[in-house]
């Protein structure tokens, strides 16, 4: 049991130090790489809105 608690606290460890990589470089992101980001996702959800509506054209339909 002592094997599995020190995977367990050794994959927490690893998980935090992750996480907290990835937050410092998402800090360090330009103004324009956010704004990239979000004209795409905005790009996106719009085709698949687009997308839905044509397979779709009622969505109260069920």
Request: aromatic share 4%.
């Amino acid at each position: 049991m002592d094997g599995i608690g020190a995977i367990a606290a050794i994959g927490g460890i690893l998980l935090a130090l992750v996480l907290g990589y990835a937050v410092l470089t998402n800090r360090r992101r330009s103004h324009a790489d956010r704004r990239r980001t979000e004209e795409a996702t905005r790009d996106l959800y719009t085709r698949i809105d687009r997308q839905d509506k044509v397979s779709d054209p009622d969505p109260h339909s069920f």
